[in-house]
């Protein structure tokens, strides 16, 4: 069950200077959650199309000039779609990671270097992140 | 046990499903990214080849489980949040409704896709 903690109001920007580690780890898996839950919905609506595709004609299909195969080809053909995949895969990285450290501490693991698991599980997200670019906008130009 | 911290509370069978799904999404969300991303390319993405993977009932029920899990995980921790900040009373019960036929059609409208691919009559 989940209950309710007073932790004052994170809408008071002036507060971040007093945020320790273990906090940014809660905003940030906070926000990271909101962007996959609100990508899962937009995602299978984008996917959604291959229900009407799978009434196309056989040639249609072969062919790639279904209303799916087409929905994706163009938007994967915009830089911006890439760009935000991009900003996808690292805030999913960031989510694990994460999620990773939180069911640690939860076991008993790592609750005196959670800190340094929070700043590991950074590094981590922009080294995958970054060694990723280059594949997830091949083709785009 | 007294000294070792834990956000675990006995009777909590929503925090364990939450714990046991982020496990099991770890493990498909890696293998989803790298298959899609990494093995095949966003942009050779087809309906043919979308159909090829679905129609085995491996890939077809791992992605089934996916969704479900990834549902429930997502849909579960927006409410964990919500009650976090301090939701309450008849607004908690009605977001808590509202949230759980979000996931329905979700879940719905996410097997109605498998199904398409797949060749499955019912979509």
């Known amino acids: 069950m989940s209950q309710s903690y007073n932790r004052g109001l994170i809408e008071d920007f002036s507060r971040w200077r007093e945020f320790e ?48 195969t087409q929905t994706i080809v163009s938007l994967e053909s ?47 997200t922009g080294a995958i992140t970054v060694a990723s670019v280059p594949t997830f906008i091949a083709g785009a130009f | 046990m007294a000294e070792r911290y834990s956000s675990f509370e006995s009777g909590g069978r929503m925090w364990l499903f939450q714990r046991v799904t982020a496990a099991f999404l770890l493990v498909v969300l890696a293998f989803h990214f790298f298959l899609l991303h990494f093995v095949h390319h966003a942009d050779e993405v087809s309906f043919l080849a979308s159909s090829a993977r679905m129609e085995q009932i491996s890939y077809y029920s791992l992605m089934i489980l996916f969704l479900v899990t990834a549902t429930f995980h997502g849909v579960n921790g927006v409410y964990n949040a919500l009650v976090n900040q301090g939701l309450t009373g008849t607004k908690r019960t009605v977001i808590k409704w509202t949230l759980v036929a979000a996931s329905a059609v979700l879940v719905v409208q996410g097997v109605r896709t498998a199904n398409a691919w797949a060749g499955i009559g019912l979509y």
């Open chain 1, 21 to 68: 580690a273990g906090m940014w780890a809660w905003i940030f898996h906070k926000f990271t959650g909101w962007v996959l839950i609100g990508y899962l919905f937009t995602h299978i609506a984008v996917l959604s199309t291959g229900i009407p595709a799978a009434g196309a004609s056989e040639a249609a299909i072969m062919a790639g000039e279904d209303v799916y």
């Open chain 1, 78 to 124: 915009l830089l911006l779609v890439r760009l935000l995949e991009v900003g996808l895969l690292a805030v999913a990285v960031f989510h694990m990671l994460n999620g990773t450290r939180l069911l640690l501490v939860d076991l008993g693991v790592g609750l005196e270097s959670q800190n340094k698991s929070f700043y590991a599980s950074l590094i981590l």
